[in-house]
T-cell receptor, first 112, second 109 residues
Framework: DGGITQSPKYLFRKEGQNVTLSCEQN?????MYWYRQDPGQGLRLIYY???????QKGDIAEGYSVSREKKESFPLTVTSAQKNPTAFYLC???????????FGPGTRLLVL | SQQGEEDPQALSIQEGENATMNCSYK?????LQWYRQNSGRGLVHLIL?????REKHSGRLRVTLDTSKKSSSLLITASRAADTASYFC?????????FGPGTSLSVIP
């Protein structure tokens, strides 16, 4: 089946800890995105990548890092510098930048 | 900002009625997209309308785009309880899509 997957579904972070959220797609899409969604809010863009080995900061990149070593994978690391990481994180991909996006099921990050 | 702003923020209607949501944006766009999100889930793409199109239909959905007014509308006809969700407009440039805060639609059986 083609699609986009995220893991884990729930993730718990301790104070001062870095955690990495996984995002994988087998749709052969060039572009991939990470969004943060807070309760009752819209999506805010964290990072996006239009091609392998290249990525750009979105509106709220501080405290986050990404890599794009493979076309299929775009992991997001929430670093200890992100002081308020509790949120719902959504990954998406699209054939090219600015086109229809296909979303994963999301990862809910909670701070212990 | 390219971000879309949906109006109203919340909408409650009876099953069978039509639901209309509006979106305004500020910059030029390549296309405008509408998405739906059920609670706690990822977003699902509904429809994409390009900047040179004025109206598009998909099943019970009708989308209009007025680039001179920088606005779009999403009409859901004959609503069902299953249409209860949040709806987002997403104006798009060549490299990214920016989501608005959304309209929360409740369809009462």
């Amino acid at each position: 089946d083609g699609g986009i997957t995220q893991s884990p579904k729930y993730l718990f972070r301790k104070e001062g800890q870095n955690v990495t959220l996984s995002c994988e797609q087998n749709l052969n899409h060039d572009a991939m995105y990470w969004y943060r969604q807070d309760p009752g809010q819209g999506l805010r863009l964290i990072y996006y990548s239009q091609i392998v080995n290249d990525f750009q900061k979105g509106d709220i990149a501080e405290g986050y890092s990404v890599s794009r070593e493979k076309k299929e994978s775009f992991p997001l690391t929430v670093t200890s510098a992100q002081k308020n990481p509790t949120a719902f994180y959504l990954c998406a991909s699209s054939p090219q930048g600015g086109e229809t996006q296909y979303f994963g099921p999301g990862t809910r990050l909670l701070v212990l | 900002s390219q971000q879309g702003e949906e109006d109203p923020q919340a909408l409650s209607i009876q099953e069978g009625e039509n639901a209309t949501m509006n979106c305004s944006y500020k910059t030029s766009i390549n296309n405008l997209q509408w998405y739906r999100q059920n609670s706690g889930r990822g977003l699902v793409h509904l429809i994409l309308i390009r900047s040179n199109e004025r109206e598009k239909h998909s099943g019970r959905l009708r989308v209009t785009l007025d680039t001179s007014k920088k606005s779009s509308s999403l009409l859901i006809t004959a609503s069902r309880a299953a249409d209860t969700a949040s709806y987002f407009c997403a104006p798009s440039s060549y490299d990214k899509v920016i989501f608005g805060p959304g309209t929360s639609l409740s369809v009462i059986p």
